[in-house]
């Protein structure tokens, strides 16, 4: 089976406002928020087979965190700019262009697509992922060529908030 992992990037500092929104960094709470997802992902023993981001640098140092947390090569993390400043149909697009071979897929981005995209697949309700939220969505069925409206469903929702 298809497994795919939503993930928003952690939170960013927006402090040094001479920095464009596509180079905003990570917060204090957020650089402590990826490596806390990170550890309970590889708890449950989970490794991508895939890892698509956003090249945005708040969504692509929280790629490189998990990643690390999960012993997969961050220059393996394939960066697409397609998925900053996107919408639903983009990341539908892109999730469908994954290769066959791949079963479990991590794909980080930013609100709202990622939200939209969560609800869309899986006729879900999620208000709002929050920063570094990872949704663990499974497809029904086995390709993700057939990725769209309640072609999956929700198996986890986690995020930091909840070890706080």
Known sequence: MK???LI???KSDWSDESLSDYDRPLSHRGMKDAP???SKLADKDIRPD???SSP???AKTTAISIAEALSYPPESIHYDHALYASDVETVLSIIRSVAPSVN???LFGHNPEITECANLITNGDIESIPTCGVVTIQLK???WESIGKNSAEIR??????KYR
């Open 36 to 38: 806390l997802m990170g």
């Open 104 to 106: 479990t897929l991590f």
């Open 56 to 58: 945005a640098l708040r």
């Open 50 to 52: 895939l890892i698509l």
């Open 156 to 161: 986890r929702f986690d995020f930091p908030k």
């Open 141 to 143: 069925d086995d390709s």
């Open 3 to 5: 497994t795919l992992y």
């Open 8 to 10: 928003r990037h952690a």
